[in-house]
T-cell receptor
Framework: SAVISQKPSRDICQRGTSLTIQCQVD?????MFWYRQQPGQSLTLIAT?????????ESGFVIDKFPISRPNLTFSTLTVSNMSPEDSSIYLC??????????FGPGTRLTVT | GNSVTQMEGPVTLSEEAFLTINCTYT??????LFWYVQYPGEGLQLLLK?????DKGSNKGFEATYRKETTSFHLEKGSVQVSDSAVYFC????????????FGKGTMLLVSP
C-alpha cells in the first residue's frame, strides 16, 4: 500500500478566496484522484490526474473552479477557487493499488465562512 | 450505470454483538468489491476486498463474501468492539480500462460498552 500525506490537514477560509491542497505519495504512481466528501455524505470524485496530461473532470466539476496540477509522479495539488460556504467539505486524494483498490490520504477539512 | 446500496445507519450495537452491514450493487459485468472504513476525524482506510465471485475478503475480524447471484457483499464481524465505531463504505470498481470507484452512502456503526 502507499503512504499518502496531505497539507493542510484543515483550514478555515473566507469566502471569495482560494486554497491549494497538496498531496504527496511515497512512491511513483500513474493516476491520482481527488474526492470531495461533504458533511455526512459519501465521497464524490472530482477529477483524475495523470502526470503530464490535463486532469479529467467528472460531471459537475470544472477546471476553473478546481484547477489541478500534477508536476511529477509523486505529487499533485488541488485548488478550490473563489470559495463559498458550499465548498466546506473534506477533500481527499487517493492513488491506485494493484487490484483496482485505492488508498486515501488523511483528508483536508475545509471550512468556508 | 454502476451503483452501490448500503443499509441506512446508524447501526447501534453493544460490545461483543454480531455485526452485519448489508451492501448490494448494480453493475454491468463483474466488478471488484471493497469495504472502506472511516474512523472519526480521519480519511478512508481499505478494510477488505474481493475481486471475483465467491471470494471472501477478510481483515481485523471483518469478513465479506462476493455473491454474484445476489449481487451482494455484506460486511460481517462476529464480535464488535467499541473501537470499531466508524463509518463503513461499500464500493465497487472495474479493474480494467478507465473506471472510477463507486461508493455507497456509508453506514455509521456505533458500539457501546
Amino acid at each position: 500500500s502507499a503512504v499518502i500525506s496531505q497539507k493542510p490537514s484543515r483550514d478555515i477560509c473566507q469566502r471569495g478566496t482560494s486554497l491549494t491542497i497538496q498531496c504527496q505519495v511515497d512512491s511513483q504512481v500513474t493516476m491520482m484522484f481527488w474526492y470531495r466528501q461533504q458533511p455526512g455524505q459519501s465521497l464524490t470524485l472530482i477529477a483524475t490526474a495523470n502526470q503530464g496530461s490535463e486532469a479529467t473532470y467528472e460531471s459537475g466539476f470544472v477546471i476553473d473552479k478546481f484547477p489541478i496540477s500534477r508536476p511529477n509522479l509523486t505529487f499533485s495539488t488541488l485548488t478550490v477557487s473563489n470559495m463559498s460556504p458550499e465548498d466546506s467539505s473534506i477533500y481527499l486524494c487517493s492513488v491506485e493499488g494493484g487490484a483496482g483498490e485505492q488508498y486515501f490520504g488523511p483528508g483536508t477539512r475545509l471550512t468556508v465562512t | 450505470g454502476n451503483s452501490v446500496t448500503q443499509m441506512e445507519g446508524p447501526v447501534t450495537l453493544s460490545e461483543e454483538a454480531f455485526l452485519t452491514i448489508n451492501c448490494t450493487y448494480t453493475a454491468t459485468g463483474y466488478p471488484s468489491l471493497f469495504w472502506y472504513v472511516q474512523y472519526p476525524g480521519e480519511g478512508l482506510q481499505l478494510l477488505l476486498k474481493a475481486t471475483k465471485a465467491d471470494d471472501k475478503g477478510s481483515n481485523k475480524g471483518f469478513e465479506a463474501t462476493y455473491r454474484k447471484e445476489t449481487t451482494s457483499f455484506h460486511l460481517e464481524k462476529g464480535s464488535v468492539q467499541v473501537s470499531d465505531s466508524a463509518v463503513y463504505f461499500c464500493a465497487l470498481r472495474f479493474s480494467s480500462g478507465y473506471s472510477t470507484l463507486t461508493f455507497g452512502k456509508g453506514t455509521m456503526l456505533l458500539v457501546s460498552p
